[in-house]
C-alpha cells in the first residue's frame, strides 16, 4: 500500500540533526527509543556529554543521537554494560579516525 | 518457505546447554556486529544470528522449534504442519526490541510471529514513535542539493493493533552540504500517534551511493588523479573531474605518487566548505611496441637511476 497521491506530492524538508538541531533529555529519549535512565547512565559514563546544568536544562548535541543510538544497539545487542558501552565508543571513534586516516593516505 | 536451522547458524549441537547457545551466541554476536565489523554481510548475518538466539534463548520457543525435529535442513521447503504449535504457550515480550519489529525471515514469522503482536496497549494519547531509515544519495546531491523520492517499509500498526508492513514514498528535499553520516529530521513523518497524540518524527541517516572516481571523508572529498612519467616529472597542466565539473590543474615538476593538491573550498559546501585532495598516482606506460621499449632503453642509458638504493641503510 502506497501513501502516494499522485500528481500532488508534497516535498518534505528537514533540517540536518547535526548541524542545526539541538536535542533536550526527551527528544533524545523519543528519537532513539530509549529510557531515560539508561541516558543518565550514559552522561554519567561519558558517553554522552550534554551542556547545562541539571537533566531539565541539558541540551545534546545533534551528534548525540548517532552516538546513543550506536550506545543503545550495543548495550542490547551485545548486552554490553554501560561503562563498557562507553569503552566501546571510545576505541570505535579512534578506529574511524584512524581509518580515515588511512584513506587520507590513499591506503584505505 | 525455507526451513532455518538456527541450531546450525549459532554452530552448537541440538543437545547444546543454555549456557552454551548463549556463549556461542555473544561471541558471534560481536563478531558481526554491523557496527563493529567491516564485513559486508555481517548486517545480514547478525540478523539471522539475532533471529537464531531469539528462538533458542528462550526455553519455550526451543521446546516448540525442537518438536519439528531434526531431520530439516537449512533452505530445504517447509510449512509448519497444522497445530504444530498446539500445547505451547509463549511468554511473548521480548520481541521487537529494536522498537520496530518485521525484521525477520518469513520462517521465523510463521512459527513465532503471531504472538509479538498486539498486546502493547499504551496511553490513550501518546507521540508516535520516531523512526530511523538510512537512505542512499549521490555525492551530487550533497553539493547542488536535490530532490529524491525515498521508499521506506514501515511497520504500522493496522485498526486491530496488528503490525503490517506498508510501504511509503516520501519526497524529500536534500540539502546542500549534507555530508555522509549525517541525519535528517523530518518532523511528523515517524509512527502516527495514539489518540491525540502527535506523530513522531522520521530520521533518515544519510549515506552517499559509491563513485567510480570520488570518496568522501566527512566534508572533504578525495580523487585519484593518473599522471603520465613525465607529467609528473616535468609538470604539466591536465584537466582533472570534480563533482562540479572539470577543472585545469597545474602539476608541479618533481611530483611523486601519492602527492596531493588542494583544491580549497572544492569540497562538500558549507561553512566552511570542506577541501578537494587530488591524489597523483603515476601511471606506467605499457612496453607493447617497439619505439615504446626503444624509449625506455634511451632512458634507461640517459639517466642513472638507482630505484632501490635509497631503500638500503
Keep these: 500500500m502506497t501513501i502516494l497521491n499522485q500528481g500532488k506530492v508534497t516535498l ?3 533540517s540536518v540533526v547535526e548541524e542545526d538541531v539541538q536535542l533536550t533529555l526527551r527528544e533524545l529519549c523519543q528519537a ?18 550534554p551542556v547545562g546544568e541539571s537533566p531539565p536544562d541539558w541540551r545534546f548535541s545533534g551528534d548525540s543521537l548517532r552516538r546513543a543510538r550506536l550506545a543503545l544497539r550495543l548495550s542490547r545487542d551485545l548486552e554490553i554494560n554501560p561503562s563498557g558501552v562507553a569503552l566501546a565508543l571510545d576505541l570505535l571513534d579512534e578506529i574511524a579516525v584512524l581509518r580515515a586516516r588511512l584513506q587520507r593516505l590513499g591506503v584505505g | 518457505m525455507k526451513f532455518k ?5 549459532l554452530g552448537v549441537p541440538r543437545g547444546a546447554t543454555q549456557d552454551e547457545v548463549k556463549h556461542a551466541y555473544r561471541k558471534l554476536a560481536r563478531k558481526y556486529h554491523p557496527d563493529v565489523s567491516k564485513d559486508p554481510d555481517a548486517e545480514a548475518r547478525f540478523k539471522e544470528l539475532g ?10 520457543k526451543r521446546a516448540a522449534y525442537d518438536q519439528m525435529g531434526s531431520q530439516w535442513k537449512t533452505g530445504q521447503d517447509f510449512q509448519p504442519p497444522p497445530g504444530w504449535d498446539a500445547g505451547f504457550e509463549f511468554s511473548g515480550g521480548d520481541f521487537g526490541a529494536a522498537g520496530l519489529g518485521g525484521d525477520h525471515s518469513d ?21 508516535g514513535q520516531d523512526h530511523h531509515a538510512k537512505v542512499l544519495i549521490d555525492l551530487a546531491d550533497a553539493y547542488h542539493g536535490a530532490r529524491r523520492s525515498v521508499s521506506l517499509r514501515m511497520p504500522m500498526l493496522d485498526a486491530q493493533g496488528r503490525v503490517t508492513m506498508q510501504d511509503r514514498t516520501l519526497d524529500v528535499s536534500i540539502p546542500k552540504g549534507v555530508r555522509a553520516g549525517q541525519h535528517l529530521r523530518l518532523a511528523g513523518q515517524g ?23 570520488f570518496r568522501a571523508d566527512g566534508r572533504d ?17 591536465v584537466a582533472a573531474p570534480t563533482p562540479e565539473g572539470p577543472v585545469q590543474l597545474t602539476i608541479p615538476p618533481g611530483s611523486v605518487a601519492g602527492r596531493q593538491l588542494r583544491l580549497k573550498g572544492r569540497g562538500i559546501p558549507g561553512s566552511p566548505p570542506g577541501d578537494l585532495y587530488v591524489v597523483l598516482t603515476i ?23 638507482k630505484p632501490r638504493a635509497q631503500g638500503k641503510g
Design chain 2, 283 to 305: 601511471a606506467l606506460p605499457p612496453a607493447d611496441s617497439e619505439s615504446a621499449r626503444d624509449a625506455y632503453r634511451t632512458k634507461a642509458k640517459a639517466v642513472d637511476f
Design chain 2, 5 to 9: 536451522d538456527y541450531y546450525e547458524t
Design chain 1, 32 to 49: 532513539c527509543s530509549a529510557e531515560q535512565e539508561l541516558v543518565l547512565v550514559w552522561v554519567v559514563e561519558g558517553v554522552l556529554e
Design chain 2, 221 to 237: 572529498v578525495y580523487l585519484d588523479l593518473p599522471l603520465a612519467p613525465w607529467e609528473a616529472a616535468l609538470g604539466a597542466s
Design chain 2, 51 to 60: 533471529e537464531a538466539y531469539a528462538v533458542l534463548k528462550d526455553p519455550e
Design chain 1, 12 to 14: 518534505i524538508h528537514g
Design chain 2, 191 to 213: 509512527g502516527p500517534g495514539l489518540g491525540e497524540g502527535p506523530a513522531g518524527d522520521l530520521y533518515l541517516e544519510i549515506a552517499f551511493n559509491p563513485h567510480a572516481q
Design chain 2, 107 to 127: 520462517f521465523f514469522e510463521a512459527l513465532f510471529g503471531r504472538q509479538a503482536r498486539g498486546g502493547q496497549r499504551a496511553q490513550m494519547h501518546a507521540q
